[in-house]
């Protein structure tokens, strides 16, 4: 009850009293790792980035394997200037996220964790052809995901402002782009 109530005051933009919501929350499940996430993501809105990096560490030593927490952790670790722990951070991000969905073939309950995954590829460790790989196999499996196309569409237009760009390129962005548009308006 408290995390949803922390969560519908977040969606409100009452986030330091959502924070004290889910800080109670911590008390009452203390080994709950996905409450510690929440808490640091809750900081995270009031702009307490290092206490939020403290409660995101408290998620990863009770859950080490989970992506999510070293993601979030990098992208503040990151927005702190603090380049190298991001680093380390990211990388460890990746290792989790490849023990989840580095399979050939995805199933339905891995797509939001690829798409996340695929982000990162692309965003962070510039690997678009990997990303492309990630986000054609949920579209394979999801061709109604609007997130991934909407990735896909990202990733081909880097590619069409490298240096390393062809007209086979040019013909999937627009392709891409066109189906992200489709089910953007269709969800709209």
């Not at 307490?48 to 070293?70: C, N, S, T």
Request: charged share 25%.
């Amino acid at each position: 009850a408290l995390r949803n109530w922390a969560a519908a005051l977040d969606a409100i933009e009452q986030f330091d009293v959502g924070a004290e919501k889910i800080r109670l929350a911590t008390t009452l499940s203390p080994q709950d790792p996905l409450i510690w996430f929440e808490y640091g993501n809750s900081l995270l809105n009031t702009g307490e980035f290092e206490d939020a990096i403290k409660q995101l560490d408290v998620a990863i030593r009770l859950d080490g394997d989970h992506p999510y927490f070293h993601h979030n952790k990098a992208h503040t670790l990151f927005l702190l200037g603090r380049y190298e722990e991001g680093w380390r951070e990211w990388q460890r991000a990746r290792t989790c996220y490849m023990r989840l969905v580095c399979k050939e073939q995805l199933e339905h309950t891995d797509i939001e964790t690829s798409i996340y995954f695929a982000g990162v590829l692309s965003d962070i460790f510039k690997q678009n052809d990997d990303a492309e790989a990630y986000y054609k196999k949920i579209v394979a499996i999801a061709p109604d995901n609007a997130e991934a196309w909407m990735g896909l569409a990202t990733v081909y237009q880097r590619w069409l402002e490298s240096d390393a760009c062809s007209a086979a390129v040019a013909a999937r962005l627009n392709n891409a782009v066109r189906r992200a548009t489709e089910l953007w308006a269709k969800r709209l």
